[in-house]
């Protein structure tokens, strides 16, 4: 990693410590958007708003979010991507993906596309709030 993407990483960290998310987001769109050409990284930072799929949305957001940490930890790539796939998933589900915990806990979670069991663990702790943060 260079020296611009650390210093690039310790803005962004200094940004979210101090809640100013939207400029950390103006930070950090553009260059998820060089390593992972998805068309919905072009609403990362949009309003989440309220309904029923507004949590797939801040969930997303946090496996998005853990994606660039686990750049930042220069994490193997496998690990990077399981988080960014199944952020892509999460965003994209017609279900509310809290309601599909709910209905059937972690193994329902598996059953979505690019979530393991590691990953599934993560969301349900991001749930429930037994994530340690």
Known sequence: ??????????????????GQMAEAYALLAPVLAQRTPFP????????????????????AERLFLKAYDLELERAQSHRIWACRKAGLAVDELKESIA?????RD??????????????AGTIAGWLTGNDGG
């Open 40 to 59: 919905k990284l072009g609403l990362i930072g949009e309003a989440v708003g309220a309904g029923p799929l507004a949590v797939n949305k801040r969930i």
């Open 99 to 103: 309601q599909i915990y709910d209905n």
């Open 1 to 18: 990693m260079s020296q611009k993407h650390r210093e690039l990483g310790q803005r962004i960290g200094a940004l979210v410590q101090a």
């Open 106 to 119: 972690e193994p329902g979670l598996r059953e979505l596309p690019g979530i393991g069991k590691s990953l």
